[in-house]
C-alpha cells in the first residue's frame, strides 16, 4: 500500500506540471479558423473527474462567458444541441460509456465536436467520424486516476476556451506565473493536520462563487481517495432548506463536520450570509471551521483550494489505512452494469 501512496503523492506534488503540460498541448491542437464562429452554446460531457475540469472553469470564469455553457453528466444530450453547437467530449480513460453515447447524439445533431482523452475509444471514434482530438499524455500522473490528473484536462480546455474566443486571452508567462506562485504556497502540512481532524466524520462542504467547483472537487476526493462519504452544497442555496434539515436526527451533530470557505473575492452580500449561516451552524451544535487565503486573484485561489484538497483526501485515506488509488465499489457496479447487459 504504501508504493501506491507514492504514486498518488507524486501525482498531487505535480499538478503544477500536469496543469503546464495540458496548456502546451491544448495549444498544440490545430483546428480550423471556422470552427468557433457563430456558436449559440458550449457543452461539456463528463463523468466523475473528467467533469470536474469544465465545472471548475465555469464557475471561477462564469462572468466572462459570452454564450450558455451546459455541464451534460448523462448519456442523452439537451434538446438544445444543434449545428450551432460545440461538444466537448471529455473523458480521461476515453471509454465512458455515458459520454461515448452523448457523442453520437452530438454527431446525429450535427453539432461541432472535439474530444479529449487519454486513449480509448473515443479516440477511435473522433479519428473514425474525423473530429479534432486532443490526446493527453499523462506523464505527471503516474496515479493513472482521472481525479489525481485533473490538471490536464482543466488547463487544456481553459486553453481551448481561449483560442475559441470564449475567455479572455492569458499569456504563457501569465500562466507559467500562476503555476509557480501555486507551487510555493506549502500547503501539505495543513492538509494533513486538517485530515486528522476529519477522521470519523463526514465533511459538509460549504463554498460559493467562483469555488464551487473547487469544492465539488475535494467532495469527489473524499469519496474515491478517502472512501469516505461527504456532502457540497452552495451559498446562497445552502441557506433557502438546508438549514431546516439539521435538527432531525440529532446524532448528526455527531458526524458532520462542516467547512466553509470564506475568500476575499465574495461578493459583500455572499460574504454577510457566509458568517451568519457559520454563527447559526454553531448555534446548532455543530462543528465549523470557516478557511480562508489571501492570494492574489480567484483563479490562484480555486487551485490552491483543488489542490489542498487533493492533500486532505489523501492524508484521511492514510488516517483510515486504506489505499487512494483502487476504486472497487465503482469498479465492481461496472461490471455488474456489463453482465445486466
Same mark, same amino acid.
Given at each position: 500500500?504504501?508504493?501506491?501512496?507514492?504514486?498518488?503523492?507524486?501525482?498531487?506534488?505535480?499538478?503544477?506540471?500536469?496543469?503546464?503540460?495540458?496548456?502546451?498541448?491544448?495549444?498544440?491542437?490545430?483546428?480550423?479558423?471556422?470552427?468557433?464562429?457563430?456558436?449559440?452554446?458550449?457543452?461539456?460531457?463528463?463523468?466523475?473527474?473528467?467533469?470536474?475540469?469544465?465545472?471548475?472553469?465555469?464557475? &471561477?470564469?462564469?462572468?466572462?462567458?459570452?454564450?450558455?455553457?451546459?455541464?451534460?453528466?448523462?448519456?442523452?444530450?439537451?434538446?438544445?444541441?444543434?449545428?450551432?453547437?460545440?461538444?466537448?467530449?471529455?473523458?480521461?480513460?476515453?471509454?465512458?460509456?455515458?459520454?461515448?453515447?452523448?457523442?453520437?447524439?452530438?454527431?446525429?445533431?450535427?453539432?461541432?465536436?472535439?474530444?479529449?482523452?487519454?486513449?480509448?475509444?473515443?479516440?477511435?471514434?473522433?479519428?473514425?467520424?474525423?473530429?479534432?482530438?486532443?490526446?493527453?499524455?499523462?506523464?505527471?500522473?503516474?496515479?493513472?486516476?482521472?481525479?489525481?490528473?485533473?490538471?490536464?484536462?482543466?488547463?487544456?480546455?481553459?486553453? *481551448? *476556451?481561449?483560442?475559441?474566443?470564449?475567455?479572455?486571452?492569458?499569456?504563457?508567462?501569465?500562466?507559467?506565473?500562476?503555476?509557480?506562485?501555486?507551487?510555493?504556497?506549502?500547503?501539505?502540512?495543513?492538509?494533513?493536520?486538517?485530515?486528522?481532524?476529519?477522521?470519523?466524520?463526514?465533511?459538509?462542504?460549504?463554498?460559493?462563487?467562483?469555488?464551487?467547483?473547487?469544492?465539488?472537487?475535494?467532495?469527489?476526493?473524499?469519496?474515491? &481517495?478517502?472512501?469516505?462519504?461527504?456532502?457540497?452544497?452552495?451559498?446562497?442555496?445552502?441557506?433557502?432548506?438546508?438549514?431546516?434539515?439539521?435538527?432531525?436526527?440529532?446524532?448528526?451533530? &455527531?458526524?458532520?463536520?462542516? *467547512?466553509?470557505?470564506?475568500?476575499?473575492?465574495?461578493?459583500?452580500?455572499?460574504?454577510?450570509?457566509?458568517?451568519?449561516?457559520?454563527?447559526?451552524?454553531?448555534?446548532?451544535?455543530?462543528?465549523?471551521?470557516?478557511?480562508?487565503?489571501?492570494?492574489?486573484?480567484?483563479?490562484?485561489?480555486?487551485?490552491?483550494?483543488?489542490?489542498?484538497?487533493?492533500?486532505?483526501?489523501?492524508?484521511?485515506?492514510?488516517?483510515?489505512?486504506?489505499?487512494?488509488?483502487?476504486?472497487?465499489?465503482?469498479?465492481?457496479?461496472?461490471?455488474?452494469?456489463?453482465?445486466?447487459?
Amino acid at each position: 500500500m504504501a508504493e501506491e501512496q507514492d504514486l498518488a503523492a507524486l501525482s498531487i506534488t505535480q499538478f503544477s506540471r500536469q496543469c503546464w503540460q495540458g496548456w502546451q498541448e491544448a495549444g498544440e491542437l490545430e483546428l480550423d479558423p471556422n470552427f468557433s464562429q457563430d456558436l449559440a452554446n458550449v457543452i461539456f460531457c463528463g463523468m466523475g473527474g473528467s467533469a470536474l475540469g469544465p465545472e471548475v472553469l465555469r464557475d &471561477n470564469w462564469a462572468r466572462q462567458l459570452k454564450i450558455p455553457w451546459l455541464l451534460n453528466r448523462d448519456y442523452k444530450l439537451p434538446f438544445i444541441v444543434s449545428d450551432r453547437s460545440l461538444v466537448v467530449l471529455n473523458s480521461y480513460s476515453g471509454n465512458t460509456e455515458e459520454v461515448l453515447a452523448a457523442a453520437e447524439e452530438a454527431r446525429g445533431a450535427g453539432a461541432r465536436v472535439i474530444v479529449v482523452s487519454t486513449n480509448g475509444q473515443l479516440e477511435a471514434w473522433a479519428v473514425e467520424h474525423k473530429y479534432p482530438y486532443l490526446k493527453l499524455d499523462p506523464q505527471y500522473n503516474p496515479s493513472r486516476q482521472p481525479r489525481l490528473g485533473l490538471g490536464y484536462s482543466l488547463f487544456a480546455l481553459w486553453r *481551448l *476556451l481561449q483560442q475559441w474566443g470564449l475567455l479572455s486571452r492569458c499569456s504563457e508567462g501569465e500562466v507559467r506565473k500562476i503555476l509557480q506562485d501555486l507551487d510555493q504556497l506549502r500547503l501539505a502540512e495543513g492538509a494533513k493536520k486538517l485530515a486528522g481532524r476529519l477522521k470519523k466524520r463526514i465533511p459538509f462542504l460549504i463554498a460559493a462563487e467562483h469555488l464551487c467547483g473547487a469544492v465539488h472537487v475535494w467532495s469527489n476526493c473524499f469519496n474515491e &481517495n478517502s472512501k469516505s462519504f461527504s456532502f457540497y452544497a452552495y451559498l446562497p442555496e445552502f441557506n433557502h432548506h438546508y438549514l431546516e434539515g439539521l435538527s432531525f436526527p440529532a446524532e448528526t451533530r &455527531n458526524y458532520f463536520y462542516f *467547512l466553509l470557505w470564506d475568500s476575499p473575492f465574495y461578493s459583500d452580500s455572499l460574504q454577510r450570509r457566509l458568517y451568519l449561516t457559520q454563527e447559526l451552524l454553531e448555534k446548532r451544535g455543530y462543528r465549523v471551521l470557516l478557511r480562508r487565503q489571501e492570494l492574489k486573484n480567484p483563479w490562484l485561489e480555486t487551485l490552491a483550494v483543488i489542490k489542498e484538497g487533493l492533500w486532505v483526501s489523501y492524508y484521511l485515506a492514510r488516517e483510515y489505512e486504506v489505499d487512494p488509488l483502487p476504486v472497487p465499489a465503482v469498479e465492481q457496479f461496472k461490471l455488474r452494469l456489463q453482465e445486466k447487459g
